[in-house]
Every structure is written in structure tokens, then in C-alpha cells.
């Protein structure tokens, strides 16, 4: 076992959660209370899911709700990040245009069996990869439009289609939301040994096995995260996903 579950990992948790609560205060970085939040968040619902993974996993309609409130909660989580006003919802699109053909094909396929402990963390893998691309790639669209609206307006006055416009300004900036997912898949094995490769070497798995896996979560990734970044850019392009004007990030 990797880390055995006793009182000291408990301190050792709280104390690096306070490591970075401190460091972002002196650093004036701005988010000291939400590292707090956010981490005593991550304990109470890793203790909640922990003991329900155990029972839904047994029942496909239980199961099939707790895949529904990861999806919901990935939506709600990625369009608030974007934007504060009543698009959010727009969120959706993106998460689910890379997750459900991906997870479709592992299905068909049968490379991902349809049990609990199988697909639970495949599917929560992959839509955690769209909320990361959504949130990058709407961010620093909106962000960039923000930035050089005179650019877009230009293009409206050259006679560029609203949607037109947009998009050349937007697309290079949204384009780097799927940099974090090229270089974990560029320099795999070299500077890091991902979650999954270490889960399997720890489940007795070898490491051509565990190599395969880790293979197969960062591929699988890379189509999420650019189906995510291109329905999502393309959904700032044409005003579905936008800002008030005036309003902050």
C-alpha cells in the first residue's frame, strides 16, 4: 500500500494543506481561502464518494445517477468558471461532446467493460480532462475578446461575419488550453509516472500492462480535451457562451 490510511496521513495532509494556504498568502497569489475551501471540500466528498462507489457500483440505475451528478457537477463547475451570467449552461457541450463519443467507443469496443468499478473512474477521468479543456479554452477566449475587441470590431468593419470575427481572434488563445494535456503526454515516463500507471503497478499489474493503461488514459484524453476546446471555441464564436459587457473574469 502506498499510503496507509492512519492518524499521520491525516496530519500530513493538514499540514500541507496549511503549506499552501501560507504560501498564497505571502505570495499574494489571492486564493489562500479557496486552497483552504477547496481542500477540506476534496476530504468530505472523497469520504462521501468512497463509501458510495461501494454500494452504486452493484446497481446499473444507481450507477447510472452517480455518472449523471459527476457530468452535472463537471458542467456547473466548468460554466461558472467561464462566465457568471445565465450561459454557463452552454457548458454542457463541450464536456459532452468529448466524453460521450469516447466513452461510447471503449463501450462498443468492450475495451472498457460496462461494470462500476471499471467505468467510474474511466468516465471520471475523461470528464475531468473536458472540464479542464472547457474552462482553459472558454476562459482565454473570452478573455482575448475582452482584450482586443478593437481587432474584432475591425474584422466586423472588413465585413467578417460576426462568428467570423470572433473566431480569429479567439482561436490562438483558446488553442492553449490543450497544452497542459501535450505536454503530460509528451513527457510521460520522463519527468512524471501518472496516477494510472501507479495504480496499476500497485493492483500487481506489469509494468507493460500498467504502460498500456496510462497509453490509453493519455490518448483517450488528447480527443476528449480537443473535442472539448473546439465546441467550446466555437461556441464563444457564435455569442452562446459570452460575458455581460464590462464584467470582470
Known amino acids: 500500500m502506498l499510503l496507509p490510511v492512519t492518524p499521520v496521513l491525516g496530519i ?3 499540514v500541507l494543506l496549511v503549506a499552501a494556504v501560507a504560501v498564497a498568502a505571502l505570495a499574494h497569489l ?3 481561502r479557496a486552497i483552504a475551501l477547496a481542500g477540506l471540500r476534496a476530504t468530505a466528498q472523497l469520504a462521501a464518494v468512497s463509501s458510495l462507489i461501494g454500494w452504486v457500483v452493484h446497481a446499473l440505475p444507481w450507477l447510472l445517477c452517480f455518472l449523471v451528478l459527476m457530468y452535472a457537477v463537471a458542467v456547473r463547475t466548468a460554466g461558472r468558471r467561464i462566465t ?3 450561459t454557463w449552461w ?3 457541450v463541450p464536456i459532452a461532446a468529448g466524453v460521450l463519443p469516447v466513452v461510447g467507443v471503449l463501450l462498443l469496443t468492450g475495451l472498457v467493460p460496462p461494470r ?3 467505468l467510474i473512474p474511466v468516465t471520471g477521468i475523461l470528464i475531468g480532462g473536458a472540464l479542464t479543456a472547457t474552462v482553459l479554452g472558454g476562459r482565454r477566449a473570452l478573455d482575448e475578446l475582452a482584450l482586443r475587441r478593437g481587432e474584432f470590431e475591425a474584422g466586423l468593419a472588413l465585413g467578417l461575419p460576426d462568428r467570423d470575427a ?3 481572434v479567439a482561436r490562438p488563445a483558446a488553442s492553449d488550453a490543450l497544452l497542459p494535456g501535450l505536454d503530460q503526454t509528451r513527457t510521460v515516463g520522463l519527468v512524471t509516472l501518472p496516477g494510472a500507471f501507479v495504480g496499476m503497478l ?3 499489474a506489469s509494468p507493460v500492462q500498467a504502460g498500456a493503461v496510462q497509453l490509453f488514459v493519455l490518448v483517450a484524453l488528447l480527443a476528449v480535451q480537443a473535442a ?3 465546441v467550446v471555441l466555437e461556441l464563444v464564436a457564435r455569442g452562446r457562451l459570452h460575458r455581460e459587457v464590462g464584467a470582470g473574469r
Do not use: P
Request: aromatic share 4%; hydrophobic share 45%.
Open 12 to 14: 500530513v495532509l493538514a
Open 30 to 32: 489571492g486564493h489562500g
Open 84 to 86: 457568471r451570467n445565465r
Open 90 to 92: 452552454w457548458a454542457a
Open 116 to 118: 462500476g468499478l471499471t
Open 166 to 168: 470572433r473566431m480569429e
Open 202 to 204: 500497485l493492483g500487481g
Open 228 to 230: 472539448a476546446c473546439a
